[in-house]
């Protein structure tokens, strides 16, 4: 089985209507359950689902394009828009992972406030993890940055930051000491860093350099995120005709990446198909047709019809089936894919099937992406588990809280007599008593 990197836990504060929310385990709080290979977060329309999924977007966007663009992007509306209301302090995140089963787990913490010309910027980043054999005290820093400047472990090696477990320990003497010589630190290993622009992430900047390869290793873990925001009318386009490996976020390559599968993986896509006859009965084929000037037709044959139907004549429940179980068979899948609200346009009775499918990705033998859903369909929960399931409701003063179903014994123990989780959460057992 292949070993795919998996967030234990993660934090979020001052995102919204997330004033601080935190979801698993984190290094501190070890005690606590970890975050299931399949996380569904249920919740009422308004308690906070949409900005929960986009804070995941947003951390990749910051990645990608700079903090100062990804407030504005998607809608977004700026920094202040973005910041939950009425909170002063930074925007915060905090991600908790392991690269794989059985590797230390590693930290990244970010934070993004206002500078004094009112900008977006990155105020403090830091990866760290505990070390060899160590199971107390603080995680070791191999990247430590605070407005801009700070220190970087080179190479695999860990280093000996004995300082910075002191309460006054302050980064920018720190690196005074390093420039001096009178650090305690292997200077040889460490590397001063300022960045040119507070606006982009120090893992961008630096996990691109050979000799920073843990911190690429994040880089490269936050680079291939998932998040779907399949549209059916996007896959209802005319693309230009090419294989293509990865269906795209939108969908709109679908017909492209069902050449490659074609192509490449005739078996596996075929496996594809099975499936799809099973749960849309009466498609026996699905294909692609070259238009003259180029462009690519994704082409549907119903057993009962004689001449083929297009994606521009399928209904929406059908692309998105399709959709998603090319992107679950993807040879080389995503090692985190997040999807809102996969029910919507679907027929309730495959709902319980879907989340199966999810299910048997996340956990199967070929070591499948990590799958974060955000839903409001009953259908759907009665498929999972109480651990896989968080609860986000609306609090008194208007910001959101979670819980995982699994920690209300009562409904533990009625999941347990056979009870569906979904029937609960529909006669109101999984909301706050």
Not at 193 to 222: N, Y
Not at 347 to 357: M, V
Not at 371 to 398: C, M, N, R, S
């Amino acid at each position: 089985m292949i070993k795919m990197a998996k967030i234990e836990g993660f934090r979020i504060r001052n995102f919204r209507a997330l004033k601080d929310v935190t979801v698993g385990k984190l290094w501190n709080t070890q005690k606590t359950d970890s975050l299931t290979p399949m996380t569904a977060v249920i919740g009422k329309n308004g308690v906070g689902k949409s900005t929960l999924f986009d804070a995941f977007g947003f951390l990749s966007d910051c990645l990608k394009i700079g903090v100062e663009e990804a407030c504005d992007a998607r809608g977004r509306g700026g920094f202040e828009r973005i910041r939950s209301q009425g909170q002063t302090g930074p925007i915060e995140f905090e991600i908790y992972y392991k690269e794989d089963g059985n590797s230390r787990p590693i930290t990244y913490e970010m934070s993004i406030d206002l500078d004094e010309s009112g900008r977006p910027y990155v105020q403090k980043e830091r990866l760290r993890q505990r070390r060899k054999g160590a199971s107390r005290g603080r995680p070791f820093s191999f990247l430590f940055l605070d407005d801009g400047k700070g220190v970087a472990w080179k190479g695999e090696k860990e280093g000996r930051l004995i300082d910075e477990g002191k309460k006054d320990f302050d980064i920018h003497q720190f690196i005074e000491n390093i420039k001096k010589g009178n650090s305690r630190e292997e200077s040889r290993d460490t590397e001063v860093v300022e960045l040119e622009d507070k606006r982009k992430l120090g893992i961008a900047t630096l996990g691109s350099l050979k000799q920073h390869p843990r911190i690429s290793a994040f880089r490269k873990f936050i680079e291939g995120w998932y998040l779907s925001y399949f549209t059916p009318d996007a896959a209802r386009s005319l693309p230009l005709a090419g294989p293509q490996k990865h269906l795209n976020v939108h969908g709109d390559n679908i017909g492209n990446v069902v050449q490659f599968m074609e192509r490449e993986h005739p078996k596996t896509f075929q496996s594809i198909l099975d499936k799809i006859a099973e749960k849309i009965p009466g498609i026996d084929k699905i294909d692609t047709e070259k238009t003259p000037d180029g462009r690519l037709l994704l082409r549907f044959n119903d057993r009962g019809f004689h001449d083929p139907f297009y994606a521009q004549q399928m209904s929406d429940g059908t692309l998105k089936v399709f959709a998603y179980l090319l992107l679950l068979e993807d040879p080389t899948p995503p090692p985190f894919l997040c999807i809102e609200e996969p029910e919507n346009g679907l027929y309730h009775k495959l709902l319980e099937s879907l989340a199966r499918e999810f299910r048997e990705h996340a956990t199967g033998r070929k070591g499948g992406s990590q799958v974060f859903i955000t839903t409001h369909q009953p259908y759907f929960v009665d498929a999972l588990e109480p651990e896989e399931v968080w609860i986000l409701e609306k609090g008194e003063d208007g910001f959101s809280t979670i819980k995982r179903a699994s920690e209300d014994p009562l409904v533990k123990n009625m999941v347990e007599q056979g009870l569906p989780l979904g029937g609960l959460w529909y006669s109101d057992y999984l909301d706050a008593r």
